[in-house]
């Protein structure tokens, strides 16, 4: 079974530039998750969505972040414009079912510098 | 307020000696309870989750958890220790009852391990 897929792996960009990611979960998950993680922290979840509709977007910041998952199968988060306090690693996660008991499996990630 | 604490940020640890990395949570109903792993460059690899009854729980890899009411602990252990044991631990938990299931991390325990 293929996991999370992640694109790109890597990204540096200077500041005030934009910037996506973008995310295609297991086959057959109906949710997707967004953490981002920052040196020396935990990950912390940006946005959940369950199929094409967002559960969860409270700790997005919404006037330079937005994401997307048009047809509830793959995803993408935007930054724009970057600050320099988003250099992170962006993690995608997907999960069967909104179930908690239910297994989000993580993707590689994307390492955001921002210069 | 949902949190989690590892209060060790670095262990180092012989090979084949026993290893015992500490999270404490703090969660008003009954937690739901998780081990992630990270090694450089790659995703989040679940060890193990509790969710209720048998409060000892096995993983992968040979780690086992116990989940303490009274203490408000969910230790990891493993009895020996191998080189390829050497990453990043992150303890969460998980919220449930509400409109989502996110995990909560703590900032990560990272283990050396020596020859």
């Known amino acids: 079974e293929a996991g999370v897929a992640q694109s790109p792996r890597y990204k540096i960009i200077e500041k005030r530039q934009s910037v996506a990611f973008w995310c295609n979960p297991i086959?057959?998950?109906?949710?997707l998750y967004w953490y981002q993680q920052i040196l020396g922290q935990g990950p912390k979840l940006l946005i959940q969505f369950q199929n094409n509709g967002v559960v969860d977007d409270s700790q997005l910041p919404k006037d330079r972040f937005s994401a997307e998952r048009l047809k509830g199968v793959d995803s993408t988060l935007k930054i724009q414009p970057a600050k320099l306090e988003d250099s992170a690693v962006y993690l995608c996660a997907s999960s069967s079912s909104s179930a908690s008991t239910d297994t989000q499996y993580f993707g590689p990630g994307t390492r955001l510098t921002v210069l | 307020a949902q949190s989690v604490t590892q209060p060790d940020i670095h262990i180092t640890v012989s090979e084949g000696a026993s290893l015992e990395l500490r999270c404490n949570y703090s969660?008003?109903?009954?937690?739901?309870l998780f081990w992630y792993v990270q090694s450089p460059g790659q995703g989040l690899q679940l060890l193990l989750k509790y969710f209720s009854g048998d409060t000892l729980v096995q993983g992968i890899k040979g780690f086992e958890a116990e989940f303490k009411r009274s203490q408000s602990s969910f230790n990891l252990r493993k009895p020996s220790v191998h080189w390829s044991d050497a990453a990043e631990y992150f303890c969460a938990v998980g919220a449930h009852g509400g409109a989502t299931n996110k995990l909560i991390f703590g900032t990560g325990t990272l283990l050396a391990v020596q020859p």
């Open positions: 969660y008003g109903a009954t937690p739901y």
């Open positions: 086959s057959g998950h109906a949710t």
